[in-house]
């Protein structure tokens, strides 16, 4: 026996919604996907996805210190 839907197939709310926001989408910013890319990688820095940056420069300090001690080392030996 067939029964007949109660259910409308499109509710009242999702029409309202569609109503909403018909004619607001925007262009896109970006011109190129290398742009959006960039965006992207500069946004998730921001954010320190990719770690905190202080680290590094503290090591590459560390690093450069330890070049030049030995350097100077180096140097007073002669």
């Known amino acids: 026996m067939w029964h007949v ?3 409308d197939p ?3 709310d999702f029409l309202a919604f569609q109503a909403t926001r ?3 989408a925007l262009a896109c910013p970006y011109s190129s996907s290398d742009e959006f890319e960039a965006a992207v990688i500069r ?3 921001d954010a320190g ?9 503290r090591r590459n300090v560390f690093y450069a210190t ?10 007073l030996m002669l």
């Open 66 to 75: 330890m070049a030049a001690a030995g350097l100077v080392a180096i140097l």
């Open 10 to 12: 499109f509710p009242t």
């Open 49 to 57: 996805a990719y770690g905190p940056k202080r680290y590094r420069r």
């Open 43 to 45: 946004s998730k820095l």
């Open 5 to 7: 839907r109660d259910v």
């Open 22 to 24: 018909a004619g607001s």
